[in-house]
Structure formats: C-alpha cells, structure tokens
C-alpha cells in the first residue's frame, strides 16, 4: 500500500516561494509517475504539474515559468517549487502517484497566499 505524505504548505505573501514536499512510502517510487493538483474553495480539482519516472514534466498555463516539478528517487520525494505566487494559487494542493500498482493521493497541504 503505497502512502503519500505532502508537506510545505503554508501563508506566504504575494511575490514570495514555497516549496511542497510529497514523501511517499510502501511502493517503487522510481517507475511511477507523479503529479500536483490544486483545488480552491469552490472550484474543482485541477492538473498543476506531473512528471513522469523519465523525468518528462508537465505543467498547466497558469503555473508555467513560476512552478517546477522535480522527484528524488534516492529519496522517494517528489517537490514543487513554486515561485512568484499569487492570491489566486490559494488552494489545497495534492500530490497523486500513478503507476502499475495504482492510483494514490496524499492527504493535501493548504497553500495561501495574502498580504
């Protein structure tokens, strides 16, 4: 049974960076592939970024140039840097693992960003 545990999350003023951490245990964390999704008050769940286990990235429009994935296999952690946030990254966001064994979510991390 893989787990996944986000971590990062927090209140950060316009302008400024957060780093999320998503540390999975109980699978092979290598070959699968990882996501970040978002969802605000309101509003349904979406797509952030994924990399796949060749390290292939994803990322929505919205986050593009100020959002990057990466994953440390050593580790078994996946990360999203997001720099020059915005009120309207405020959300939980949500790390996803995919891969042969299943489709695994962690429990969120709350991101807000205000002044």
């Known amino acids: 049974q893989v787990q996944l545990v986000e971590s ?3 209140l950060v003023q316009p302008g400024g960076s957060l780093r999320l951490s998503c540390a999975a245990s109980g699978g092979i964390f290598s ?10 008050p309101g509003k349904e ?3 952030v970024a994924s990399v796949t ?8 429009a919205t986050v593009r140039g100020r959002f990057t994935i990466t994953r440390d296999n050593a ?3 996946g990360y999203l840097q997001m720099n020059s946030l915005k009120p309207e ?7 996803r693992q995919i ?7 962690g429990q969120g991390t709350q991101v807000t960003v205000s002044s």
């Open 45 to 47: 769940r979406e797509l």
């Open 53 to 60: 286990s060749g390290n292939s990235t994803y990322y929505a």
């Open 99 to 105: 891969g042969a064994a299943g489709d695994y979510w």
């Open 31 to 40: 070959i699968n592939a990882m996501a970040w999704y978002r969802q605000a």
């Open 75 to 77: 580790k078994s952690t």
């Open 89 to 95: 990254d405020t959300a939980v966001y949500y790390c």
């Open 8 to 10: 990062g999350g927090g």
